[in-house]
């Protein structure tokens, strides 16, 4: 009598049971963190500003904002600051008219008390860190791809080609640096409007 052949089960041939969606992440505890980075930031200063502390402050568990940010730097760039709003600084075609929108808009960012707090102690660290933050920290912090958008979006003869986009962006942030950080020591007051014709001459054709 003939044995039947017993048919082979593959892994592929198996059906695996579903998983159960994971808990959907509470987004109150993101704002509860950065809000208590930011007013520590305001009231204790940079170093103080520690993932225990803000733990302690928000209420929130410090396993629950290590699992969010690695380690407190990233968590005082994220609630200091968070990028300029792309719908914001959207470029028209005016140069002139949407670099004003764009100056505006990063003075804004950098002129926060809080962003005050940190800027000092978060360019310190990076340039004495041998770690490379992810680039999404830095086009937070300089929000150079919406520069170059503007340029971009310019009409033609408006912009001369040989000039560097990143030569004159770095230019426009030390000018708003100056404005933001040091203002008590360069008290010059000055309006926006002078900033931005200096960026306009870096720009048009000789």
Not at 67 to 94: K, Y
Not at 124 to 133: E, L, P, V, W, Y
Not at 167 to 188: C, E, I, K, P, Y
Request: proline fraction near 9%.
């Amino acid at each position: 009598m003939a044995c039947r052949e017993q048919p082979v089960i593959t892994m592929s041939a198996m059906t695996e049971p579903r998983r159960r969606p994971g808990r959907p992440r509470d987004t109150s505890i993101d704002e509860r963190a950065l809000a208590a980075a930011r007013e520590l930031l305001v009231r204790r200063g940079f170093d103080a500003t520690t993932i225990q502390a803000v733990a302690e402050h928000s209420g929130v568990h410090a396993s629950a904002i290590y699992r969010r940010w690695p380690s407190r730097i990233e968590l005082i760039e994220e609630a200091t600051f968070p990028g300029l709003s792309p719908l914001s600084v959207r470029p028209t075609g005016d140069l002139g008219r949407d670099l004003g929108r764009f100056v505006r808009a990063y003075l804004a960012a950098f002129s926060t008390p809080a962003a005050r707090a940190a800027a000092a102690g978060l360019l310190a660290h990076h340039q004495t860190s041998d770690r490379t933050g992810p680039p999404e920290v830095y086009v937070r912090m300089s929000a150079r791809p919406l520069f170059q958008d503007i340029l971009r979006a310019a009409p033609p003869g408006t912009v001369d080609p040989t000039v560097d986009p990143d030569d004159v962006f770095d230019m426009l942030l030390g000018a708003v640096l100056t404005r933001t950080l040091l203002f008590s020591a360069t008290a010059r007051a000055r309006p926006v409007e002078r900033t931005v014709e200096m960026i306009l001459r870096l720009l048009r054709p000789l």
